[in-house]
């Protein structure tokens, strides 16, 4: 991934910091942002599926995907609220799949 990403959830997280402290209250409401920002790309996908009838077809793939995006960096901010390195986090997660992948794969 680019270093700036790591750069911008490690300056979001020195914001909220700044703002609303570094105590476990705010740690807590970090962590259930992702929570928000899930039912976010929930509702999106809900919208380019067309299945409230009341609205129809209200989103886009493009709309899913930056809603995703958005879990995702909520993630890496939470990794580092914790006083984790997230790339470190996210790296070894990837590094678990590919072992798991790896272990599946038939000769």
Known sequence: MNESIWEAARASRSWLDAANGTGQTELTCRILKLTEE??????AWIG???QNPRKGVTHTREDV???LADVAFTALVAIESLGLDAQTALDTC??????????????
């Open 48 to 50: 380019v599926l067309g």
């Open 65 to 67: 995907a930056a809603e």
């Open 94 to 107: 990837a590094a678990k799949v590919r072992t798991r992948l790896t272990s599946q794969e038939r000769p």
């Open 38 to 43: 899930a039912g976010e790309a929930s509702a």
